[in-house]
Nanobody, 122 residues
Framework: QLQASGGGLVQAGGSLRLSCEVS????????MGWFRQAAGNEREFVAA????????VYVDSVKGRFTISRDNAKNTVYLQMNSLKPEDTAVYYC?????????????????WGQGTLVTVSS
């Protein structure tokens, strides 16, 4: 089970940190990802991190602003979002895949959280 939290309303230029706690699974063996879906749009990849945390990948639009990290002792993955823009407004989902490698493909993630809403006002 994946439980995402940390969403909210923030002004453009502000920051938020999303968290996703994983229970009932061997967290440290899973690669983790964050995806987002804006109203009327398809779900898109945001960031991913491998099981050890040494390998990360981002969509170009968030590079330099967002940072994905994980704490295997706490079974939690984070998404630090800085310099937020109105176009970052979306429901953010965390996802887990069984395997060490990171991937941008949503169909390679077997487990999904319920989503947390991020709204960035201009």
């Amino acid at each position: 089970q994946l439980q995402a939290s940390g969403g909210g309303l923030v002004q453009a230029g502000g920051s938020l940190r999303l968290s996703c706690e994983v229970s009932g699974r061997t967290f440290s063996t899973y690669a983790m990802g964050w995806f987002r879906q804006a109203a009327g749009n398809e779900r898109e990849f945001v960031a991913a991190i491998n099981w050890g945390g040494a390998n990360t990948v981002y969509v170009d639009s968030v590079k330099g602003r967002f940072t994905i990290s994980r704490d295997n002792a706490k079974n939690t993955v984070y998404l630090q979002m800085n310099s937020l823009k109105p176009e970052d407004t979306a429901v953010y989902y965390c996802a887990a895949r069984n395997g060490a490698l990171v991937t941008k493909r949503s169909d390679e993630y077997a487990y999904w959280g319920q989503g947390t809403l991020v709204t960035v006002s201009s």
